[in-house]
């Protein structure tokens, strides 16, 4: 198992740019997550998706869609990218929503840079 | 809304000695999971250990052990005879056990072992 992977690994963009950041998981978990780290703040959760074609906003959603056309992908796009998103990127998974929650097991991350 | 911190930025310590991170949370909930996150420099976040709300037994894992004060809302983590590879960011981490999808992250801690 490759567990959760993030395609790609660094990007640096101008602003106006777009692009998507992959994310995939061979674990079949239902659950899926994507957040931004940056210093001095910890995680933040941008959106998630409790399942194939759902998606929610998480703590920070403005600026990034996201999509769950498949249930081992999910995939977070920036249409417009403003330096402020310049941030590292980690994709996470669990399995489903039942009690107790499970542990969410991390992506490596992808480090974004917007010029 | 549940926030967690985590009062200190940095700290370090021998090899081999013994260390604490220290983690306090606030919530009105009853039922909730508290985790402990590694981050080593390659960025990857590893899941140290964790520990459901409901039980009074404080979890451990081999070097790691920690110390769940549910009245006090504390949670910390204490590292017992401390290697270089533990040197990394530690992030404690809080999610209710119902209808909430939200992991909620400290700031985080970085520790540093020195040989």
């Known amino acids: 198992n490759a567990g959760v992977t993030q395609t790609p690994k660094f990007r640096v963009l101008k602003t106006g740019q777009s692009m998507t950041l992959l994310c995939a998981q061979d674990?079949?978990?239902?659950?899926m997550y994507w957040y931004r780290q940056d210093p001095g703040m910890g995680l933040r959760l941008i959106h998630y998706?409790?399942?194939?074609?759902?998606?929610a906003k998480g703590e920070v959603p403005d600026g990034y869609n996201v999509s769950r056309l498949k249930k081992q992908n999910f995939l977070l796009g920036l249409e417009s990218a403003a330096p402020s998103q310049t941030s590292v990127y980690f994709c996470?998974?669990?399995?489903?929503?039942?009690?107790?929650?499970?542990?969410?097991?991390f992506g490596p991350g992808t480090r974004l840079t917007v010029l | 809304a549940q926030t967690v911190t985590q009062s200190q930025p940095e700290m370090s310590v021998q090899e081999a000695e013994t260390v604490t991170l220290s983690c306090t949370y606030d919530?009105?909930?009853?039922?909730?999971?508290l985790f402990w996150y590694k981050q080593p420099p390659s960025r990857q976040m590893i899941l140290v250990i964790r520990?459901?709300?409901?039980?009074?037994q404080n979890a451990t894992e081999n070097r790691f052990s920690v110390n769940f004060q549910k009245a006090a809302k504390s949670f910390s983590l204490k590292i017992s005879d401390s290697q270089l590879g533990d040197t990394a960011m530690y992030f404690c981490?809080?999610?209710?056990?119902?209808?909430?999808?939200?992991?909620?992250f400290g700031t985080g801690t970085r520790l540093t072992i020195i040989p």
């Open positions: 996470a998974s669990r399995t489903s929503g039942r009690a107790p929650p499970d542990t969410q097991y």
């Open positions: 674990m079949n978990h239902e659950y």
């Open positions: 998706s409790v399942g194939e074609g759902t998606t």
């Open positions: 919530t009105s909930e009853n039922n909730y999971y």
């Open positions: 520990q459901e709300a409901y039980k009074q």
């Open positions: 981490a809080f999610i209710s056990n119902f209808g909430n999808e939200k992991l909620t």
